[in-house]
């Protein structure tokens, strides 16, 4: 990879961003790249929008990126998601969970995923993950991972599936390892 990966992954507080950073960083890291990663917590602890930088390479300076300049952007919701969508550029590949947390006032969800539409199109993927893993694995949680999942498979990001097992292996605790592999595997 001749230049840094960048991706920004969406959502709000309690949809596992903050673990999603950290097995994506670690599959970075286990895959031989240098990383560096960031989260804005905001409001995350109370529901609140939730964005992580991460960024990859052969030598990565800061996590953080210009807008325009993301290679991937993962959102967990899809307002979230369109949110996120102020670093994409043509090339920008948009990995957007089909969930829609409706606030009083916002724009319903149809012109939210027209809107992806337009700034993603052939790049824009919208999947249903997390009523993938409801009716799967019995975990709407597990959204996130089974994306994860997805990007790896689909090559949307440049790091092998055997990095990412072994950093789901590293970060998740003993009693949540077997459920986020298969999870992640779901996704094949």
């Not at 930088?53 to 307002?79: H, Q």
């Not at 089909?98 to 012109?111: R, S």
């Not at 337009?118 to 019995?138: H, M, R, T």
């Amino acid at each position: 990879m001749d230049k840094n990966f960048n991706v920004i992954i969406t959502g709000f507080g309690g949809q596992g961003l903050i673990t999603l950073v950290d097995i994506l960083a670690a599959a970075a890291f286990f895959d031989g790249y240098d990383v560096k990663s960031s989260e804005l917590h905001g409001l995350s602890q109370r529901g609140g929008a939730v964005s992580t930088f991460i960024t990859f390479g052969k030598k990565v300076y800061s996590p953080l990126f210009c807008k325009g300049s993301a290679d991937l952007i993962l959102g967990m919701e899809l307002l979230e998601g369109l949110r996120g969508c102020e670093f994409a550029n043509s090339k920008t590949k948009i990995l957007a969970n089909d969930y829609f947390f409706p606030f009083l006032g916002i724009t319903p969800k149809e012109e939210v995923i027209k809107k992806l539409k337009e700034i993603g199109g052939n790049n824009l993927q919208i999947i249903n993950a997390s009523g993938i893993c409801k009716e799967k694995l019995d975990k709407e949680l597990l959204s996130g991972v089974y994306l994860l999942g997805f990007a790896c498979y689909k090559n949307l990001v440049p790091i092998k599936s055997e990095a990412f097992l072994k950093a789901i292996e590293s970060v998740m605790p003993k009693k949540y390892r077997e459920i986020n592999i298969k999870a992640f595997q779901l996704a094949q």
